[in-house]
């Protein structure tokens, strides 16, 4: 519902009739008498987003806590209202990279995505929240049940919408109102997620059953295997199996027959999504060892198998399957979080307690062919690492190196035409320095992006953004009437609040703030009187911005004459 901003108008006290009525409405639709609204003043304002108008709710902070279309009685509750009250709404389980690369994207939660047992109160039509398995209590996302949840005891192979997103941390509504809350930390040894939640008395008894079944599921998980420090066997299962199934429908690179440590390496591993390899390969599955994984899908009929114990071939594969039929493509990763990455780019740039960046590019057109044929797996973002990586393995493997000079490439068709794209030039020179073929491929083939990491190695933007990292800009002028003054911008990218800096501002530069709004970058500028631009820059890096993003110009220092 809110994918972009909505229009928001003033906000205005409630009544307190109005107030009383609201709560009443809200306990009595999600059948909690214990619900409380945070502050003691609630506001309301009207809402226009794309695809809908009505009512938003929020606290005395801001901090929107409910809303509701127009025409529509139907109350519902905020991800920030379910972090103040865990059991308001039935939880769903998913994993954390589902949520991060597909809700906060604007899509629902499928079935095959969602980790049962399921609450018995999840039927169709109710609201619900949607939370981590990694912070079950967290919630990240509320929707209404589109299946019945509770009628499922396993999801594997399963389609289907099991939750309609309506509303996700850090949306359009959440922009527009800026909220700055960050979900709260779950905290180790806390009780299963259903254990506090309010039910009827008649379904006490199935909750109780159901809490037992899933203890005695991790029992034998741990039977089966070292209890890991993020997931369990039963995930490392559910990966494993995922990548086999995109292998077979998706991977148009595999050719058959194929050795056991080809498959697994180049083709499992490299089609898992976006997550940790060291955590999630085929040694931390129930099978242990690549002979028992791939016996067990050659009994399930997914593979045909040549060899006998250890020594065996893949030689073909079935896509047959009601698995495969149904199979919905998801985005491929790397065994490297952005974050790992950034740390590894970015180590000799890192300062201690200052924010750094990570630059990535995006490719376009023929680049995809040159990864493709480098063996590099499909990614949306890649490092220079990893093109030049890919560089040098598309150079060998072709075997374009000069026999007469090493340092030189001789250029195939692919790589000239990426290197001389924006030249143009069908008579330019096919060999080259292997030094000087990296710089155009990159300019000719790849978008750019950055991506900015806190002093605390957290990511400061839910995606990388196109270009090159901004920079704050401060200014000292004179203005008409011979007053100084000094003028701060572009710095909201970094998450500092206008109002925020201005009131530091005028305490540590003892004097006057005013916020308006800059000409230049099209965002908050804070003006304070007098020269101040050092204190500032010392401010600025305390608040972990490095000086390579901070301009600054004094205006009144006069010019040399030439």
Not at 127 to 142: D, H, M, Q, T
Not at 170 to 185: F, Q, T
Not at 332 to 360: I, R
Not at 381 to 404: G, P
Request: with cysteine; aromatic share 8%; proline share 5%.
């Amino acid at each position: 519902m809110f994918k972009k901003e909505p229009h928001i108008k003033a906000l205005s006290n409630l009544k307190n009739s109005e107030r009383k009525k609201l709560l009443q409405t809200c306990k009595k639709q999600t059948n909690n008498d214990e619900y409380t609204f945070p502050t003691s003043t609630i506001k309301q304002t009207n809402f226009c987003s794309q695809k809908s108008v009505g009512v938003v709710y929020t606290d005395e902070n801001n901090t929107p806590i409910l809303f509701k279309e127009k025409h529509n009685e139907q109350l519902f509750p905020t991800v920030y209202s379910c972090w103040e009250n865990p059991t308001l709404l039935p939880i769903i389980l998913t994993h954390g990279f589902v949520i991060e690369e597909h809700l906060f994207n604007g899509a629902n939660l499928m079935i095959s995505g969602s980790i049962p047992p399921f609450d018995p109160r999840s039927k169709v039509g109710t609201l619900c929240g949607v939370a981590s398995r990694e912070a079950p209590k967290v919630v990240l996302a509320i929707g209404i049940v589109e299946m019945d949840l509770p009628s499922y005891d396993r999801v594997l192979g399963e389609t289907g919408v099991a939750v309609k997103v309506i509303h996700h941390f850090n949306d359009g509504l959440s922009k527009a109102l800026k909220v700055k809350l960050d979900p709260p930390i779950a905290k180790s040894g806390d009780e299963d997620i259903n254990s506090k939640q309010v039910q009827p008395p008649e379904e006490a008894k199935i909750v109780e059953n159901a809490q037992e079944n899933m203890q005695k599921a991790q029992v034998h998980v741990e039977e089966l295997a070292e209890v890991l420090d993020h997931f369990s066997v039963s995930d490392v299962d559910y990966f494993i199996t995922r990548a086999l199934y995109y292998t077979l429908t998706q991977d148009k690179s595999l050719v058959l027959p194929i050795s056991p440590s080809n498959f697994i390496s180049n083709h499992i591993m490299r089609n898992l999504p976006p997550i940790d390899h060291n955590e999630v390969n085929v040694k931390k599955t129930s099978w242990r060892k690549s002979a028992k994984f791939l016996k067990h899908f050659e009994k399930e009929g997914f593979l045909k198998l040549k060899g006998k114990g250890d020594d065996l071939t893949i030689v073909g594969k079935t896509i047959d399957k009601d698995e495969l039929k149904n199979f919905v493509p998801y985005k491929v990763g790397s065994s490297t979080s952005a974050q790992e990455s950034g740390e590894h780019a970015n180590s000799k740039e890192k300062t201690p307690g200052m924010m750094y960046s990570m630059t990535l590019y995006k490719p376009f057109s023929i680049a995809k062919d040159f990864l493709k044929e480098a063996n590099l797996g499909f990614r949306t973002y890649y490092t220079s690492q990893d093109i030049r990586s890919a560089l040098s393995q598309y150079i060998s493997t072709n075997n374009l190196a000069d026999t007469k000079d090493k340092g030189k490439v001789v250029m195939d068709d692919l790589l000239f035409n990426m290197v001389n794209k924006k030249k143009k030039n069908l008579n330019a020179a096919r060999i080259m320095p292997r030094a000087q073929i990296l710089d155009p491929l990159l300019a000719n083939n790849f978008t750019e992006f950055y991506q900015i990491f806190k002093n605390d190695d957290s990511l400061l933007f839910k995606a990388p953004i196109k270009g090159s990292p901004p920079r704050i800009k401060i200014t000292t002028e004179m203005k008409i009437g011979r007053k100084v003054i000094t003028r701060v911008s572009n710095f909201e990218v970094f998450q500092i609040d206008p109002e925020s800096l201005a009131g530091d501002l005028r305490k540590i530069c003892s004097g006057s703030t005013t916020i308006g709004e800059s000409q230049t970058f099209k965002s908050a500028e804070v003006q304070v009187q007098g020269p101040h631009g050092q204190l500032i820059i010392d401010h600025l890096n305390n608040l972990g911005v490095p000086n390579k993003w901070i301009d600054f110009e004094n205006k009144l220092k006069k010019k040399k004459r030439t």
